[in-house]
């Protein structure tokens, strides 16, 4: 095996870093920027102060789909090197979008485990 392609297999294999919402709140405040990955239904319920929405799926009448435009319309608005994190409600869809955003070359990716639901219960500023 070449190390030409170790270096893809791994690049394809990135796993981002992920933390507790008091963590996350305080990368926030340490200035990252927070990617809002669960529907604009959801996202315009409310939301972390300053929070950026891109939804990684979208509901439709056969359920949940992928957004196919995921990571081109991230790449609109962040650059690769962005410390970001992505949030979604409990933590499943943000973990995946994170996951597909450290595997499209984003290098600065942090994904908040309890979401939405963890931020609220915890008392953070939300819009």
Request: hydrophobic share 35%.
């Amino acid at each position: 095996m070449s190390d030409d392609v170790g270096v893809q297999v791994d690049k394809v294999n990135v796993v981002p870093n992920s933390v507790h919402v008091r963590v996350a709140h305080d990368l926030l405040l340490a200035g990252h920027r927070y990617l809002d990955v669960r529907t604009p239904e959801e996202f315009n319920r409310g939301h972390p102060i300053g929070a950026v929405n891109i939804p990684y799926m979208y509901k439709t009448s056969a359920g949940m789909t992928k957004n196919p435009d995921f990571v081109k319309d991230v790449k609109s608005i962040f650059g690769e090197d962005t410390e970001l994190i992505v949030g979604c409600q409990m933590g499943k869809r943000s973990q995946m979008a994170a996951t597909h955003l450290s595997s499209s070359g984003f290098t600065a990716i942090t994904d908040n485990t309890g979401g939405y639901s963890a931020w609220m219960e915890n008392g953070f500023p939300t819009q």
